[in-house]
Nanobody, 115 residues
């Protein structure tokens, strides 16, 4: 089993920044790729950014150039640095980790961007 605990969400004005953290514990040796998803009210959950065990990153088009995902394997933590935030970035952000046969999710952290 793997436990994921997110932190760093909150309220910010448009143009501001936030950094999300996701600390993994448990059977972390089984984790491969990790990522951040978000879900806005009334919308489907979408992948915002992903990072492989080797450090390769990918991003949702709408956040490219503004968000940066990174991973500290020594601390078993993945980060999402969010700059130039927009109201449409508002939502609950979930940390995700892919195990060998299981997908793990954090509890989510709310990000609210006001205009």
């Amino acid at each position: 089993q793997v436990q994921l605990v997110e932190s760093g969400g909150g309220w910010v004005q448009a143009g501001g920044s936030l950094r999300l953290s996701c600390a993994a514990s448990g059977s972390i040796f089984s984790i491969n790729d990790m990522g951040w998803y978000r879900q806005a009210p009334g919308k489907q959950r979408e992948l915002v950014a992903g990072i492989t065990s080797g450090g390769r990153t990918s991003y949702l088009d709408s956040v490219k150039g503004r968000f940066t995902i990174s991973r500290d394997n020594a601390k078993n933590t993945v980060y999402l640095q969010m700059n130039s935030l927009k109201p449409e970035d508002t939502g609950v952000y979930y940390c995700n980790a892919l195990g060998v046969v299981v997908t793990y999710w954090g509890q989510g952290t709310q990000v609210t961007v006001s205009s």
